[in-house]
């Protein structure tokens, strides 16, 4: 029996081994060969007490998909990392494109910071941009809640397996959410996983965002491996005497993209600002702007018509959406913005 799986969740096995020993036929034989009679033995026993058969049903109870180093649709990002994970634990999906952004930042955050983290991953979402984070307290709680609120996709990377979830105030938002984990059923949260769980974070993004973080945060780890991974490094300022705040300043100081408002990420993910609407429209201008969609380009007349008014009202009209930035006119015929 050859089971990729059985050998992931062997003892001392590492990804370096596990990408070794897949370019054999993962016999008990092959891997002594390969990697040492002891490694053998673990997997042998691995295979014995049919551990991955357990796992893939307890996965399946919770709702889980597997998805090993050996398949195909094993994300590429996470795969050319240095260390990368052997299996992952997916609630949901991955992220559907390329324009995501991680928003990290410190549990204890201050009220300014949770209200403008909740309020600029609601617009990101709204603009089709996915949020990542850790499903900690504090900045990344807020982010994921905008993201939901905005109607995007967000997903919440953990330190720890999905049945030993934390922190546990956050379960019910990881119900409504997407949520990923390396790390084999029954791992519980240990400070030496969070910052392997932050790798992640930073990889699956195009930037990571730090919106307040101390100067020994662990919101500069994920910083530091997304600047490792040639990704955009991304900080709003705060005040110079913040505790909280000195690590966003530093990483200014070093280079990393200030960040005051919304559009500032969406111009550093290379994406369009969505058109803010000054609807809802009343009366004639609500009209004209829906004969407008309606036709895509027409002419005043042909508007005037469709919305059943004058020329000369509707030329007025038009005038008017012009100002509110919601028509364009080239050649005499209007067009929606």
């Known amino acids: 029996m050859h089971d990729p799986l059985a050998l992931a969740l062997a003892p001392q096995i590492g990804p370096s081994r596990l990408q070794q020993a897949l370019a054999t036929d993962l016999s008990v034989e092959a891997v002594a ?166 790798r992640i974070v930073a990889a699956l993004a195009k930037a990571v965002l730090v919106v307040e973080a101390g100067e020994k945060s662990g919101s500069l780890i994920t910083a530091r491996f997304a600047a490792e991974l040639g990704r955009d490094v991304l900080a709003v300022p705060g005040r110079p005497g913040d505790t909280f705040s000195l690590g966003c300043n530093r990483l200014i100081q070093d280079g990393a993209g200030l960040v005051m408002h919304t559009e500032d990420v969406l111009n550093a993910l290379g994406v369009r600002a969505p058109r803010k609407q000054t609807l809802p429209l009343e009366g004639p201008e609500a009209q004209v702007y829906r004969a407008l969609l309606e036709l895509s380009e027409a002419l005043p007349d042909d508007l005037a018509q469709t919305a059943n008014l004058s020329t000369a009202e509707t030329l007025s009209v038009l005038m008017l959406l012009e100002l509110k930035g919601l028509v364009q006119s080239n050649a005499g015929r209007y067009s929606p913005i």
């Open 33 to 198: 060969e390969l990697l040492g009679r002891e490694i053998a033995s673990g997997y042998a026993k691995t295979l014995q007490e049919g551990r991955a058969e357990q796992e893939r049903e307890q996965a399946a109870r919770l709702g889980l998909r597997l998805i090993g180093l050996w398949e195909p649709d094993y994300p590429e990002v996470l795969r050319h990392l240095e260390s990368p994970p052997m299996v992952l634990y997916l609630k949901g999906e991955l992220p559907p494109s390329e324009r995501n952004i991680a928003v990290v930042g410190t549990r204890k955050a201050s009220p300014w910071a949770i209200a403008w983290t909740h309020k600029v991953a609601r617009e990101l979402a709204e603009a089709g941009v996915g949020i990542i984070s850790g499903l900690a307290l504090g900045i990344d709680t807020a982010s994921h809640k905008g993201a939901l609120e905005g109607g995007g996709y967000t997903l919440g990377v953990l330190g720890s397996a999905m049945d030993r979830f934390y922190p546990a105030q956050n379960r019910t938002l990881a119900e409504k959410m997407n949520v990923l984990s390396e790390f084999p059923l029954g791992t519980p949260p240990q400070a030496g996983l969070f910052p392997r769980r932050n």
